[in-house]
């Protein structure tokens, strides 16, 4: 059986944890990122209403049957750097997906990976996670490569697989099985 609460993770140098109200300030940031808001539902426009919403929403996925969404903290000081969500929507049928988003400025300092790692790992003991899968635009190599250092494998090319903004978008899709990972 799926737990039932947001579990805390560790793997320097980040912390994966429910999302506080004094993540506003990071989700805020990611608000005026050109491309986080296009394919997430962080606000576009930041406003603290509106931010407060989201992280209120984050903390009801698990009860709606959604899935785990936790903030990505940097270990040493606990502040939120980003997001990255077990989805569990396909779960009767042993398929996850998971996504992530680092704030701008606090990219390429490793946050992503060891998010990825952390949930990766906790995800793959769960009995009912046979396969998470993940999907990256082309483009981003940043995240393609931080997947496939936590073993994924890139699957295919899914054309016109997701619309971001007004236009349908590539996607790579990324895969790892729990019998791949000796479970």
Known sequence: MLPASIPRLVNPPCTLRPF??????????????????????????GSPADVDAYIQRQHERLSWGAGYSFAIADSET?????QIGLWTHEIETGRATTGYWIAPGLRRRGYARAA????????????EVERLHLFVEPWNEGSWRAAE???????????GWQKVGDERKDMYVYGVLAADRGS
């Open 149 to 159: 250092a936590c073993g994924f494998e890139r699957e295919g090319l899914l054309r």
């Open 116 to 127: 990825l790692q952390a949930l990766t790992a906790w995800a793959l003991e769960l009995d």
């Open 78 to 82: 606990d502040e939120a750097v980003g």
């Open 20 to 45: 506080e109200a004094r993540d506003a300030e990071v989700v805020t940031s990611a608000a005026y990122d050109p491309l986080i808001p296009l394919i997430t539902t962080v606000p576009a426009d």
